[in-house]
């Protein structure tokens, strides 16, 4: 939807198509970066994500049972007023989905599309009925992960599952015992990771809410709901006491949902009248808190790209393969850097490894209290490493707050 209004705001015919018979969100919460939140203020959904969204002013993570910090993420070392914005899902898809209809753009839901095929000068989709639809000039492939477009890429993917994932769930936010405006984790070793975020609401739920998760190997998951949810409260419970009240609203195994990750990217996210933003182009786990953050990323290169492309004074019209160059050449460093980041600092917090958990435990914290490092890290964590933003017209300068 976030590139669908940014090639509207271009001036470009964009026709959406879900899977699902009525657009819906899946899944609880994440952090909006200052990347993703100066995208959808130019998007035009800056001051209603801010209202239903809540500011977070840091990330905390501590090592248990010695209760050592091994994560901590200010935002104001990058500057002033400069935060990330934690949000429902159904949040981000409600801000999202009243642009598209406040600008009339057309939705065909309940058509999962399987294909493309090709004419001379346009392309056709074609959904799970074999109904084709078009003709098209360009499909953009938003489908996520899993797409069912990728052997249309100039180099389809490598996807690999990785081992942990985690179940999530949202609840109401407890007014006590937890930071207002902080990403709270626990890590036993790498094999246990909690957390809690606040989350702020959305209009289907009449409190704030918080998003709370368990790793977990996938694998395992089976195992974990056969052992019962009084096993693994009393886990839970003793790396982290003060979860009782959010322990409290869990009384079925089925308010958890389990999310699987998996890790690829494309190297030239194009191919034929197609090109391929968000997750469809570079999935990963979330443990660097990007994904969503790259897909709004993505969708506005997409549409500088094509607007650029327009707008060049050249002897030659540009050709949409040049322009879909442009737009991956646009989004390249970032990509690379951030998807080689995520791998490579995954297993720190997300595996079998005492010796990563070590490393992570004895280096961590004395590093990142570094001037350089510090800043660093926190540029990581914000996705702000490499100016992501200024390639594409856009900076930070219009999202900062004092709050
Ligand atoms: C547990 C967890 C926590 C996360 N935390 C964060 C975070 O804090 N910050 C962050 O930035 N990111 C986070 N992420 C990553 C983020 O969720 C993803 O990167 C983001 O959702 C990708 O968006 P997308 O639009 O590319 O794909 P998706 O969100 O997967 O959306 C794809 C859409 O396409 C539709 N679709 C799929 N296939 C078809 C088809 N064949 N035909 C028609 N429609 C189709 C789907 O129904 C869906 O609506 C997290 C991910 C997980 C799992």
């Not at 000068?121 to 799970?128: A, E, F, G």
């Not at 930071?179 to 959305?202: C, E, F, N, S, W």
């Not at 034929?272 to 990963?284: E, P, Q, Y």
């Not at 997409?302 to 707008?311: D, P, R, V």
């Amino acid at each position: 939807m976030g590139a669908a209004v940014a090639l509207h705001m271009q001036g470009h015919n964009v026709f959406l198509f879900e899977r699902f018979e009525a657009p819906r969100p899946l899944g609880s919460g994440i952090i909006l970066q200052p990347t993703g939140l100066t995208v959808l203020k130019a998007l035009g959904c800056g001051d209603a994500i801010l209202k239903l969204g809540h500011i977070i002013n840091s990330m905390s993570g501590i090592s248990m049972p010695a209760g050592k910090c091994v994560l901590n993420v200010d935002y104001s070392s990058l500057g002033h007023g400069m935060h990330g914005l934690a949000v429902h899902r159904a949040a981000l898809f409600e801000v999202l989905y009243a642009r598209v209809n406040e600008l009339n753009m057309p939705v065909l839901t309940d058509t999962e599309i399987v294909d493309l095929k090709h004419s001379a000068k346009h392309v056709d989709l074609v959904d799970s009925k074999g109904k084709h639809h078009g003709p098209f000039d360009l499909v953009v492939d938003a489908s996520g992960a899993k797409s069912s477009l990728h052997t249309h890429a100039q180099t389809p993917p490598a996807r690999r599952m990785l081992k942990y994932g985690a179940i999530w769930s949202s609840l109401d936010w407890p007014e006590q015992g937890f930071r207002k405006h902080v990403l709270d984790q626990r890590y036993v070793a790498a094999h246990t990771m909690v957390g809690v975020l606040p989350i702020g609401r959305h209009s289907g739920v009449s409190c704030n809410q918080a998003a709370f998760f368990w790793s977990l190997p996938s694998d395992d998951y089976a195992k974990w709901k056969n052992q019962g949810l009084d096993y693994w409260k009393k886990q839970v419970r003793s790396i982290w006491p003060e979860t009782e009240t959010l322990l409290d609203q869990i009384t079925s195994a089925d308010q958890l949902t389990l999310a699987q990750y998996g890790h690829h990217t494309l190297s030239k996210p194009y191919g034929k009248r197609i090109v391929f933003i968000g997750d469809s182009a570079h999935a990963t786990s979330p443990q660097l808190g990007q994904g969503a953050n790259m897909g709004l990323l993505d969708a506005w290169a997409l549409g500088y790209s094509l607007s650029f492309a327009q707008g060049a004074k050249t002897s030659q019209p540009l050709t949409l393969e040049h322009t879909l160059q442009t737009y991956a050449i646009m989004r390249r460093l970032h990509v690379r850097l951030f998807q080689t980041a995520s791998l490579s600092l995954t297993p720190f917090y997300q595996s079998d490894s005492r010796l990563l958990a070590l490393l992570r435990d004895t280096f961590f914290d004395p590093v990142s209290r570094l001037p350089v490092a510090r800043k660093l890290v926190a540029g990581l964590v914000t996705g702000l490493l490499t100016d992501p933003l200024g390639r594409m017209g856009l900076s930070t300068d219009s999202i900062t707050t004092n709050k």
